[in-house]
């Protein structure tokens, strides 16, 4: 669950104007609206957890806290004032607590037992500033500091206030006041020049320089992908440089190598990417990140330790070890310049081992836990976490399996209990645990030993009790407004020491709003308002506040018997006292509030094939593409260039489009009664007839007398042909209609083989209406079910010789094989036979949905 906290200057110089007329505060406020708009677009943002802080003073500054739900973010947000001094040292100490008040209660860090990556709370510090001079009570300071004293008991247990799993990143506002006439320069944002810009970097994050609104949503792109769940780790180089690469990929000792000049992917300050578990949703590991001393019983107390490990990795090229049924862990490194010159020697099947200084027992580098590798593939560069000192490790589980068959002799066990003697105590239980998960015997004994004096471990303990106390006061005061200053007290002698209840005045008005009485009119200034008129309140109705059943008006009772039930039974899914009709009265300050409504949603899924790259959320279209870098206010989407629309047979195109609409004026009316279920297959208008023929596959019972068919049909002639009024266009009718009540088989017979007048139609009606018919099938066959009437029906209306009649049957065969409609492409195939066999039959048996 990612933790964004927004750390927001409102010190007084952020009501500076820029040339569009609004406050640096305006943007720092739309800033962050608009980073969680494009947070949103990314599945895994309904478990983010939004904080905001501000320059005030503690605990003050805290707006929303661990315990805030989205909507009082966001209020918060909106009523931030700008004014006071620039304490950014103080508020970063205080954003930095704050992420760090539940740590040691829920003991994520581990102290003294080794670093998990595994366990970890992702944090993101966005801070928007504007970069000016910082300030204080004591004066104008030059440098960054932020204050040494925490509140937070255990904080002496880490060097730095911020923890390898938080980072932060500066937005700092540099937008000029007048408007610029040079052009935009385009590309990367640089970073600011301002004190914050090492502290970004100290964290694993990094500062831009805002010069325009460009600038400012190009940052907030960036941002966005910046949340990732990782830890950062100092990686420093020890022992010599490797032997350069020739052409041909091997070492070329010929060449020299500068071993002593500092080169940048000697020392790299990068994050290492922890990805959740598929099926889970959290991380999952197995080893820890050895720590810098070795654990001991007579440590009267546990020494700092770093926020970022320092993992120092050998280019001794080795080879990668690894046994069947051991499990490690596998982390993908953030591409730095170390990962940069791994992957440009080419060598995906060698390794250079990691350490950590002063882990082991006997030896200052300490023993290898791992080791860095390249990819197969030759794109990412990844650590492999092994038990520690895994070199003497996996040989003799190697042996204990194919060897001894999990009948260890004495000298595999010596071998087994020297190794023992050289592992930190705190991966005692990690190996027992990995020893049963391969099915190996008890090597390790019960009484396990975790390396850590009685009174460290007492120590822990009570900091944990002393860290809930002071989270439950920090939590308490959030929200809460700072004291205003105290200034010279004013009596005010206007009302006399007399209540407003007793003013007369006051219970005149109060009266009047509640309909005792009426307002006199000669006391109301209509000159003022000229072009209003004031309702006078009636008399007679009364404050309906609906405590007495009595007082529900008659028209009344049944609205509201409906929502006493509701309300009563709770069948519904609101806030009780809330109908249906009240539940879309949403206030437009939390009309935004889409984060609340994502929490209340299940879990997703997972994936079939999680190798698989997910799909972007493309609103119902799988075939659209993201459009990076768009933002629009209400759909967050934007669709370039002209859109492939399909053509109705009543929109205008040109304009000969109006004349020709005039031509054809039947045949399009036609079509778009097909296409509404208010028109036969052979042309007649029907008012209750259609509408059960094209429910065939349905329950329906159709009606038994088939001379009903006859009597719905209207405008019906004498020599069986249907004239629509406003048009010269004759439509054929049908001779006979035969209805089936056992089977639910329709037959319905035209007299006309090729269904409309073919003399009033030209080839570009034709043309038109064959467009329209491919148009309506490839919908059709789209649709789930075995309703296939509909598709037969579309197409008896194709206009043109055989050849093209085959030519849609053909095309509708290849659509239903996209779709795997198997029973449809069978009906299709034997229509196909009969059109070949140049019979193509006026009477088109429906089919069966039973079939």
């Known amino acids: ?77 909106k009523n931030l004032q700008a004014s006071g001094l620039t304490t950014l040292g103080q508020a970063l100490r205080s954003s930095f607590d704050l992420l760090n008040l539940n740590r040691l209660i829920s003991g994520i860090d581990n102290y003294g037992q080794g670093r998990n990556p595994f366990f970890l709370e992702p944090s993101i510090l966005i801070t928007i500033t504007d970069g000016n001079k910082l300030t204080s009570t004591a004066g104008v300071q030059e440098e960054l500091h932020l204050p040494l004293n925490s509140p937070l008991p255990g904080s002496e247990l880490t060097k730095e206030p911020f923890r390898w799993d938080q980072r932060l990143f500066a937005l700092v506002l540099r937008l000029p006041g007048l408007a610029s006439t040079e052009p935009e320069q385009l590309g990367s944002v640089p970073t600011d020049e301002s004190a914050i810009t090492q502290m970004c970097e100290v964290t694993g994050g990094r500062s831009y320089c805002v010069r325009t609104q460009r600038m400012l949503n190009q940052c907030l792109e960036s941002l966005v992908q910046k949340v990732q769940s990782g830890v950062v780790i100092n990686f420093e180089k ?68 770093t926020s970022h490990p320092v993992v120092r990795f050998s280019c001794v090229d080795c080879e990668p070890m690894v046994i069947d049924k051991l499990p490690f862990d596998k982390y993908e490194l953030e591409p730095s310049p170390l990962t940069q010159y791994i992957l440009e020697r080419k060598s995906p099947h060698t390794c250079w081992q990691v350490f950590v200084t002063s882990s082991g027992k006997y030896n200052e580098l300490g023993y290898p836990f791992g080791y860095l590798k390249a990819s197969t593939t030759l794109t990412c560069v990844n650590l492999f976490v092994m038990p520690y000192n895994y070199p003497v490790l996996l040989p003799l589980l190697d042996d204990l399996f194919k060897v001894h068959k999990l009948k260890p002799n004495v000298k595999w066990r010596q071998a087994f209990d020297s190794y023992l003697k050289t592992l930190p105590p705190y991966y005692l239980l990690p190996l027992k645990k990995a020893l049963r998960m391969m099915g190996a015997p008890n090597l390790i004994s019960d009484n396990l030993d975790c390396g850590l004096s009685y009174s460290v471990i007492s120590y822990l303990k009570k900091l944990s009790q002393q860290t809930k106390l002071e989270s439950e006061r920090i939590l308490a005061s959030v929200g809460k407004k700072p004291p205003q200053e105290i200034g010279i007290k ?78 009563l039974l709770k069948t519904h ?36 094939d999680p190798d698989q790259p997910k799909r972007l959320h493309t609103f119902g279209n799988p075939f659209k593409q993201d459009k990076k870098g768009m933002m629009i206010d209400e759909a967050d989407e934007f669709v370039t260039g002209p859109q492939n629309k399909v053509k109705r047979p009543g929109e205008p195109s040109s304009p000969l489009s109006s004349k020709r609409r005039r031509n054809v004026t039947v045949t399009h009316d036609v079509h778009e009664k097909m296409e509404n279920g208010q028109i036969s297959p052979d042309g007649f208008l029907s008012k209750s007839a259609a509408p059960e023929l094209m429910n065939m596959a349905g329950d329906s019972i159709l009606p038994d007398q088939v001379d009903c068919l006859s009597d719905d049909f209207t405008s019906l002639r004498k020599d069986d042909l249907m004239h629509n009024p406003g048009s010269n266009a004759v439509i054929g009718g ?25 003399s009033q139609i030209t080839p570009a009606m ?43 049957v053909e095309f509708t065969i290849k659509e239903a094989a996209r779709f795997k409609r198997r029973v449809l492409i069978q009906y299709l195939e034997k229509l196909l036979e009969k059109i070949e066999s140049h019979h193509l039959p006026n009477n088109v048996n429906h089919i069966n949905s039973r079939s």
């Open 1 to 77: 669950m990612p933790i964004l906290l927004f750390l927001i200057d409102t010190s007084a110089s952020m009501n500076q104007r820029t040339d569009l007329g609004t406050s640096y505060l305006d943007i720092a406020k739309g800033a962050v609206e608009l980073f969680l708009k494009l947070r949103a677009r990314d599945p895994a943002s309904r478990g983010d957890r939004y904080m905001l802080v501000t320059y005030d003073e503690p605990p003050y500054c805290i707006k929303a806290g661990w315990k805030e739900n989205h909507a009082t973010f966001m209020s918060e947000l």
């Open 238 to 305: 020890t022992g010599p440089d490797p032997l350069p690469i020739g052409e041909d990929g091997l070492m070329d000792s010929s060449r020299p190598s500068n071993s002593f000049a500092a080169q940048p992917w000697h020392s790299c300050h990068k994050l290492i990417y922890v990805r959740p578990n598929s099926k889970t949703g959290v991380p999952v590991g197995h080893w820890p990140i050895p720590e810098s001393f070795w654990p001991d019983q007579n440590l009267p107390s546990l020494p700092p330790r």
């Open 490 to 567: 004013v009596k005010n002698h206007s009302g006399g020491g007399v209540s407003l209840t007793h003013n007369k005045n006051f219970r005149k008005l109060l009266k009047e709003i509640i309909g005792e009485t009426a307002p006199r009119l000669a006391e109301l200034n209509t000159k003022e308002f000229a072009g209003f008129q004031v309702g006078l309140l009636n008399k007679d109705l009364k404050p309906q506040t609906y405590r007495n059943a009595y007082d529900i008006p008659r028209r009344g009772l049944l609205d509201q018997l409906t929502r006493m039930r509701s309300n």
């Open 573 to 608: 899914k609101f806030i009780v006292g809330q109908d249906e009709d009240s539940l879309h009265s949403v206030p437009v300050a939390q009309m935004g509030n889409y984060q609340e409504y994502l929490k209340t949603l299940a879990s997703p899924l997972r994936e079939i």
């Open 734 to 758: 049908t001779k006979n209609c035969s209805v089936s009540v056992d089977d639910r088989k329709v037959s319905v017979t035209s007299a006309l083989e090729t269904g409309p007048n073919t």
């Open 766 to 808: 034709a043309q038109g209406i064959n467009a329209d018919i491919k148009h309506q099938l490839m919908k059709e066959v789209r649709k789930f079910g075995r309703k296939y009437e509909r598709i037969f029906i579309l197409l008896e209306g194709v206009q043109g010789p055989l050849a093209v009649r085959k030519q849609f």
